[in-house]
Every structure is written in C-alpha cells, then in structure tokens.
C-alpha cells in the first residue's frame, strides 16, 4: 500500500513563507519524479512545481516561479514545496504526486496523491 501524506500547510500573511512536506510510505521514491499540485476553490487543479529523480532536474508553474521550489530527501522517502513571499492568489489545497514522468520541462502525474494540505494566505 503507497501512502501520500503531505504537512506544512496553514494560515499565513501575505509575503510569508511556508515549507511543505510529502513523505511517502510503502514504496521507495528513489529514480521517481516527484510533483506538487495545487486546487483553488471553484477551480481546476494546476502544476505547481516537480523535480526528477534528482534535484538536477526541476521546474516550476509560471505563477510561482522564483517564490517556490521543490526539493527532495530520498533517504527520508521525502518531497518538499518551499514556498517564499506567498500571495493570497496561492491560496489552494497542495497536492503531492509520486512517481510520475518528467520530460521536458514537464511533469506527468500518476494516480498516486495525497490528501492534501491546506494554505491560506491573507492579505
């Protein structure tokens, strides 16, 4: 059984920083791309940012690019989504995704998501 579960999340003002976690359970994460996503209210999910099996590789949406980035720790199974000078536009439910396709610039996601983990940024 693959288990997803994403932390960090909460209520923070605009300008502030958060830091994601994604730690995955009963598979190793280790040669696998990696991706966040993200879901707003009343909108359709979007990519956030996804590195591949190294941080060698790694690339992120138009909206957060140079405010977030996206590393990880294979050792601890682990995937983070660092997020700086957060906007209240970044307001959503992130997503971790496992073991998906990464080429050119581009992540492709697999049926393997988290619960998620909310961030409410304020004004």
């Known amino acids: 059984q693959v288990q997803l579960v994403e932390s960090g999340g909460g209520l923070v003002q605009a300008g502030g920083s958060l830091r994601l976690s994604c730690v995955v359970s009963g598979r190793t994460i280790s040669n696998y791309p990696m991706g966040w996503y993200r879901q707003a209210q009343g909108k359709e999910r979007e990519f956030v940012a996804a590195?591949?099996?190294?941080?060698?590789?790694?690339h992120s949406a138009d909206p957060v690019r140079g405010r977030f980035t996206v590393s990880r720790d294979d050792r601890k199974n682990t995937v983070y989504l660092q997020m700086n000078s957060l906007k209240p536009e970044d307001t959503a439910m992130y997503y971790c995704?496992?073991?998906?396709?990464?080429?050119?610039?581009?992540?492709?996601?697999?049926?393997?998501w988290g619960q998620g983990t909310q961030v409410t940024v304020s004004s």
């Open positions: 590195a591949s099996w190294s941080d060698a590789r790694t």
């Open positions: 995704n496992a073991f998906g396709t990464y080429s050119d610039s581009n992540y492709y996601p697999t049926d393997y």
